[in-house]
T-cell receptor, first 118, second 116 residues
């Protein structure tokens, strides 16, 4: 079974500083990896995904993530944090190859609350 | 593009009543829709997966007779919470995907259900 770990419940960073939100995963075979952001009382917004190719993936709002197969990690990064980046971030995974339709479902991490301090 | 809407955004109902939540893909045809439940400060828990025109696949522990899912068209799926009780109070979120193997799930804004 696939799983995702987000080891930090809370990350605090000063505005203008770089930020990193950590994610490690476990899946059979090659992974499809996703990052989503959730603002209070809202649904999830897609940020970026890794399917194949370049390990560094660039997404919305200046975010990027690096796929590291040997460390089974997909950490989310941004060079310069904004106060408006404060939100709840979710990492998700599913296997690239599957035999049943239900395996297309995403498995989410527990979420990391990012607070950017002015 | 890839906008998903949910209606209502919030609903308060009395215990024992049924509540229907709609999920619509506004600018694409969604062959697959997913329904999630989220408790405060927790992650999303998948409840069921529905494909247009076929019965939904429920996750283990989810009562299919209590959470009725209908995916009648490529742009609409509904979740009906039947005989709601206070423990059903939660944030319900749907997502939709195009149906390709590499597809992304696009999420609705969620529905806050409070059962009194």
């Amino acid at each position: 079974a696939q799983s995702v770990a987000q080891p930090e419940d809370q990350v605090n960073v000063a505005e203008g500083n770089p930020l990193t939100v950590k994610c490690t995963y476990s899946v059979s075979g090659n992974p499809y990896l996703f990052w989503y952001v959730q603002y209070p009382n809202r649904g999830l917004q897609f940020l970026l995904k890794y399917i194949t190719g370049d390990n560094l993936v660039k997404g919305s709002y200046g975010f990027e993530a690096e796929f590291n197969k040997s460390q089974t990690s997909f950490h989310l990064k941004k060079p310069s944090a904004l106060v408006s980046d404060s939100a709840l971030y979710f990492c998700a995974v599913r296997p690239a190859q599957f035999s049943s339709g239900s395996a297309r479902q995403l498995t989410f991490g527990s979420g990391t609350q990012l607070t950017v301090l002015p | 593009g890839a906008v998903v809407s949910q209606h209502p955004s919030w609903v308060i109902c009395k215990s024992g009543t049924s509540v229907k939540i709609e999920c619509r893909s506004l600018d694409f045809q969604a062959t697959t829709m997913f329904w999630y439940r989220q408790f405060p400060k927790q992650s999303l828990m998948l409840m069921a997966t529905s494909n247009e025109g076929s019965k939904a696949t429920y996750e283990q522990g989810v009562e299919k007779d209590k959470f009725l899912i209908n995916h009648a068209s490529l742009t609409l799926s509904t979740l009906t919470v039947t005989s709601a009780h206070p423990e059903d109070s939660s944030f319900y979120i749907c997502s939709a995907s195009f149906g390709m193997s590499t597809d992304t799930q696009y999420f609705g804004p969620g529905t806050r259900l409070t059962v009194l």
